[in-house]
């Protein structure tokens, strides 16, 4: 898989720091979008995957989906919700920090924290996003059957639900953001992806990818100008970002990147973007409360190296045993 669609992990790294900047510095306001292109991202793998499955297999197997899926992420995830809720306020005890937690603490263990709208840490707030994924993961398992035999209703289902919540949402003043129906958009753009690339036996020439990425920056530009709804804007957004992933494919694949040290940086790096991802709100946190340094280059860089230096051990010592178990699930 790896060495067919190379440049995949150098993107969940640039899609990791974009977040990460967004979180560190007031300097990059449009960084909140890596988590839009994580989940589009996501889809489109989940998608090539159950396609790839289905053609070797015949079928697609529910369960080991969900075991594969649980193996990559509770085991972090649950790592990093426990020390937040029970580790972190007995050490800032020690230290008479005050640490707010959220009021329904056991949303975080079902996953349902981005619907937990109370004041508390950022360590954990910073998990939404991985509530929102695991929810889509429930309706990617529900429609997965359809996608093999009427795959476009079912992605006009899905757009249907997107626009219909989206314009409910607006009309009540609704932060719809944070909701799985809302991200339906990104989700629906990967399947759409996905699908694509695994049926189409030539991949599509750079000039295409180009002026699809134009095009649908050019729309986004009047849109925003014109003050147009988010919602009515975001599917440009997410074309855009398909484009991205469709062009670092295509390099990774035809012009030998991978020669570039650059290239294999910035794939080793994007092995590590989960755990990057998940430890850089707990790390954020520790910083800002127990270090104090103002807001500036220094304190970024000392929580970037941090969150590299946690995700990497991480990774070795912890992670990468889960992960092996994923050979039983294939």
Same mark, same amino acid.
């Given at each position: 898989m790896n060495n067919k669609l190379r440049g995949l992990d150098s993107l969940r790294f640039f899609a990791f720091l974009s977040v990460f900047l967004y979180h560190t510095t007031d300097k990059?306001?449009?960084?909140?979008?890596?988590?839009d292109f994580f989940f589009i991202l996501s889809s489109f793998l989940l998608t090539f995957l159950l396609y790839k499955e289905i053609n070797a297999k015949g079928s697609f197997s529910k369960k080991n989906f969900f075991a594969r899926r649980c193996l990559r992420i509770y085991p972090l995830y649950f790592l990093v919700v426990s020390n937040s809720l029970f580790l972190l306020p007995l050490v800032a005890?020690?230290?008479n920090i /005050? +640490?707010?937690?959220?009021?329904?603490?056991?949303?975080?263990?079902?996953?349902?924290s981005n619907y937990?709208?109370?004041a508390h840490i950022f360590a954990l707030k910073f998990l939404w996003s991985?509530?929102?994924?695991?929810?889509?993961?429930?309706?990617?398992?529900l429609v997965s059957s359809l996608l093999r035999t009427h795959f476009w209703q079912t992605i006009l289902a899905l757009l249907t639900v997107y626009l219909s919540y989206s314009i409910v949402g607006n009309f009540y003043s609704w932060d719809t953001y944070y909701n799985v129906f809302s991200q339906l958009i990104n989700f629906s753009t990967g399947i759409l992806l996905g699908n694509y690339f695994f049926f189409r036996g030539k991949q599509p020439r750079l000039r295409c990818v180009f002026w699809i990425f134009s095009i649908a920056l050019m729309l986004l530009v009047v849109l925003v100008k014109l003050n147009a709804e988010a919602f009515i804007y975001r599917p440009l957004i997410a074309?855009?970002?398909? /484009? +991205?992933?469709l062009f670092s494919i295509i390099v990774g694949r035809s012009y030998n990147a991978h020669q570039y040290k650059l290239f294999r940086v910035t794939e080793w790096l994007g092995k590590y973007a989960f755990g990057l991802y998940v430890y850089s709100g707990f790390v954020i946190t520790f910083c800002i409360k127990f270090l104090k340094y103002p807001v500036s280059v220094k304190l970024l860089l000392i929580e970037y190296a941090i969150t590299l230096l946690v995700a990497i051990i991480s990774f070795h010592t912890f992670e990468n045993k889960m992960l092996r178990l994923k050979r039983y699930f294939n």
């Open positions: 990059f306001p449009l960084g909140y979008l890596g988590v005890a020690q230290f /005050a +640490i707010t937690l959220p009021q329904k603490k056991w949303y975080y263990l079902i996953f349902l937990e709208p109370s991985i509530s929102v994924e695991e929810q889509f993961y429930i309706v990617f398992l074309v855009m970002f398909a /484009a +991205i992933i």
